[in-house]
C-alpha cells in the first residue's frame, strides 16, 4: 500500500497535485480537508455520511473507476445545486489504488 | 426582555448539556436556536445515524442523545428561543449583554456562550442569479401560511420530502402546482412519492422532471420562472410563486461580525483556561470553537461545556468560591423543585 497522486481544482479553479494515502480509510472529501483546499465549514459538514451536499464535486477524469452511486448518494444530490452527469459527492468515493491520477473539481459552495 | 445567568446560542448537543453544567452550579440558562426543535445536527441532520463515541453509550442514535440531554437538564427548567437566529449582540453598562434575535427577541445575561456548531441553519438557496431580488416578492424558502396560496399559481423545485408534502398539500389550495425536479426518481416516503405520481395522473399536479428552474423574471413582482430540461429544451412557466424546497445547510452568519477572532470559519478560543473568545463574558464551546489540537467530537463540547461554566460562575459571582461536588455526592436539585440523590445504604445493627 502506498500513496497515490489525485489532481484536485479548488473552488477558485486552481490545481492541486496531492497525496493520497490508500492504507488509511479515507475518502476524497477527507483527502481535500486534510490539504485545506476548501475552507472548513463548507465542505464534509455532516462528516462523511452522504447527509448534506456539501462536497460535490465533479469527476474530471478516471469517472469510470469509481464505485456506483449508493442510493443516498443520489438523493443528497437532489440538494446539490448545478449537478452535472459527472457529480458526485467526494465523502462517498473511498481512495484506493485504482484512483491513481483522478482529477476532480470541488462544486461551488451551495 | 428575557433574562438569565447564562445565554447560549445554539441548542445541539453541547449546549444542551452546559445547562446540566450551569444547573449543579445553580446557573439558569436560555437557548436560542434556529431551527425549531432543540439537537442541532443530531435532531436535523442525523436523527436516525448512531454514534458510537459517547462514552458510556456503545451505541446510541443521535435523536436518542437529544432526547435523553432534554431529559437530563430538565430538573433546571432551560428557556428556549426557537426558530430565531442569534443577530445582534451588545453590551451594556453593567457589563452584561443583550442579544437580539431576527424576530427581535432580547435577551439579557452576564454571561454569552456560543455553541453554534456550523452555524445556523439557512435554506439552501438554487444559483439563481438574481433570486435575491425577488425573495418575499414570490420566492419563498419556506412555507408559514399555505392559504397565502389560495388560488395563485405555485413553482415548487426539489426532490425530498418537503417538495412533496407541499406539493401534496397545495394542491388542494393553489390554482396550479407545478413540481419541477432534476430525476425521474424521488427521494420521499414511498406514500407521498404515489400521492403525487396519482395526483400528477389527474392533473392536480404538474410534474416536471429531469428539469430544473434556472431564471427568474418579473419587473417587481415574480412573474414567471425558466425551466430548462436535460435536453436543453427551455420553457418559461408564468407563476405567482416559486419555492426552491432543497433542505438547509449551516453558515455561521451574523455571530462572525460580533468582533470575535475568527479562524478557518471558527471562534478562536482560549483551551488553555475556560474557552472565552477575544471577548471577556462571550464563550464559544463545541464544533464552532477551534484551538490548537481542537476535535470536533461531541464529547469534547461536553468538556468545553463543563469548564466553561466553572469561568462563568466566577464572572457572575467574582466574590464567591465554587468547590466542585461530584453529583453523586451533591445529587441534582432542579429549579423545578425536583431532587435527584444517591440512594442511602440502609444500616442496621445487630444487638
Redesign the interface.
Known sequence: MSDIKLTIIDREGEAHVVDAPTDMNMNLMEVIRLHELAPEGTIGICGGMAMCASCHCYINYKELVLPEKSFEEEDMLDQAFLVEENSRLSCQIPITEELEGLEVKIAPVA | MIKTDILIIGAGPTGLFAVFEAGLLKLKCHLIDALPQPGG?CSE??PK?PIYDIPGFPEILAGDLTTNLMEQIKPFSPGFTLGERAETIEKLEDDSFVVTTNKGTKHNAPVVVIAGG??SFEP????ISNIADFEDKGVNYFIKEPEFFRNKKVVIA???DSALDWSIFLADVASEVSLV???N?F?GALDSVEKVSELSKIGKINLITEAEVVGLNGSNQLESVLIKKKNSEEEIKETDYFLPL??L??K?GPIADWGLEIE???IKVDNSYDYQTNIPGIYAIGDVNTYPGKLKLILCGFHEAAIMCQSAYQRIFPDKKYVMKYTTVGGVHGFDGSVKEAKKEVVKSIN
Open positions: 445536527q441532520i442525523y445515524k456550523l452555524g439552501r438557496k438554487p444559483p426539489g426532490g425530498g425536479h432534476r430525476r426518481e427521494r432543497f433542505g445547510s449551516p455561521l478557518k470559519n471558527a
